[in-house]
């Protein structure tokens, strides 16, 4: 069911084959086998540890947040004092208009007119 080959079974006997074509079969299955001997010697050797790289990407993280904590906690900083000032001049107006003395209801209260455009 699961044919891999691209048309031909490595198992026929095809009658149109020479010697030469044979020896060349014979000699690709050999590379092949020696490849596929070599990438199983590859797999069971423990590749080395790359602590180096590691520690670096370590150190790099950390930094990484760091830096991104320091922000947040300068933009923080910064919205309180803003919030502070802001309190602050809220603060200054309502002792403002409380020492202001309340006006005479008997007095005239001003009119402002706009002047016509011209």
Do not use: C
């Amino acid at each position: 069911m699961n044919d891999q080959s691209a048309g031909w079974s490595p198992d026929s006997e095809d009658d149109d084959f020479d010697g030469e074509g044979r020896r060349m079969r014979s000699a690709l299955e050999r590379t092949l086998m020696e490849r596929a001997r070599r990438a199983a010697e590859q797999d069971r050797r423990k590749a080395p540890r790359p602590w180096l790289q590691h520690a670096l990407a370590l150190v790099a993280a950390l930094s990484l947040v760091l830096v991104i904590g320091l922000g947040f906690d300068a933009f923080l900083t910064s919205v309180q004092k803003v919030r502070r000032m802001l309190d602050a001049e809220e603060a200054r107006q309502q002792r403002e208009q409380r020492e202001q003395p309340a006006p005479d209801p008997s007095d005239p209260i001003p009119a402002y007119v706009v002047p016509p455009v011209d």
